[in-house]
């Protein structure tokens, strides 16, 4: 059993920082790809930042330039720092990783249960 878990969201002025952590545990054999995506109020889900297992990184035009995604593969961890926020991120951000369990098996992809960052105006 796999398991993704975010932290770090809260609420934050309009030009504040947050840094926002995704945690994996559970039977990880290998994690490949990362990602952060985001689902404002009556939006769809989006892609804000993603990772690869060897560190090569994208970005949503949205966030270039104010947000850094990165990780510690020693630490399961991946993180997306939040600098410059304006109200319209305000949004549940999801952690995705796909993750492969066992040496010989599936990757799948496995998504967190979202952590809340509001911004003020």
């Known amino acids: 059993q796999v398991q993704l878990v975010e932290s770090g969201g809260g609420l934050v002025q309009a030009g504040g920082s947050l840094r926002l952590s995704c945690a994996a545990s559970?039977?990880?054999?290998?994690?490949?790809?990362m990602g952060w995506y985001r689902q404002a109020p009556g939006n769809q889900r989006e892609l804000v930042a993603a990772?690869?297992?060897?560190?090569?990184?994208v970005y949503a035009d949205s966030v270039k330039g104010r947000f850094t995604i990165s990780r510690d593969n020693a630490k399961n961890t991946m993180y997306l720092q939040m600098n410059s926020l304006k109200p319209e991120d305000t949004a549940v951000y999801y952690c995705?990783?796909?993750?492969?369990?066992?040496?010989?098996?599936?990757?799948?992809?496995?998504w967190g249960k979202g952590t809340l960052v509001t911004v003020s105006s």
């Open positions: 990772i690869t297992s060897n560190k090569s990184t």
């Open positions: 559970g039977s990880i054999f290998s994690i490949n790809n």
């Open positions: 995705n990783a796909s993750i492969q369990s066992m040496i010989v098996g599936p990757t799948m992809r496995y």
